[in-house]
């Protein structure tokens, strides 16, 4: 059994796909615990959860099947997926222009637009996702997380909106939806496309 601090650093170890340690960091002793367990192996500097890690991960994720806390995910996840469509729209239109043309960023005032939409999505994302973490405590860095990348877009730093190697808001973005489907366990596949 792990304590509370091994299943988040596991939760965050299967949301990330890899997770670099820093050596005498504070998660070094959970990092043991996880590899006697058989959960994570290590992968360089990093770990990477296995299929028995991914299995004790998905049990500890899901909240209980009919109870006041399934019901409270559901209408959030439920309010989250057709504003996940219109993200998916402002993340495409942020890597390519109208006509199908990569967006070389050049043009200031068509980025501002799209980042003025984000915004407004980031406003409108935070109050659901608060309602879901006062029944999943899990999810309340999420609302943080987002609008510390969004400040980084603000403030020029292109890269914090769609990379896939820092904590960009796309990235923050994925991992809250996969979160979703991991507390009710679902999938992808009966999702509206964008």
Known sequence: MLSDEGYLLLHEVRLRGLLEIEDGSEHARHVTTLTEAGFVVPVRAAIRITPDGRAAHEHWARVAMGSE???????????????????????????VRPGNVPNDHGDA????????RLRNLDERTAPVVR????????????????RAALRRVDEGEREWFTSPRIDSYHT???QLHEDLLLALGKSREHEPQA
């Open 172 to 174: 923050v973005w994925m």
């Open 69 to 95: 806390v399934e019901a409270a995910v559901t209408r959030g996840y439920e309010r989250f997926l057709p504003i996940n469509v219109e993200f998916l729209r402002i993340c495409n239109d942020w890597q």
């Open 131 to 146: 309602r879901v973490a006062r029944a999943v405590a899990r999810f309340d860095a999420y609302p943080r997380r987002l």
């Open 109 to 116: 005032a068509y980025d501002w637009t799209v980042i003025d």
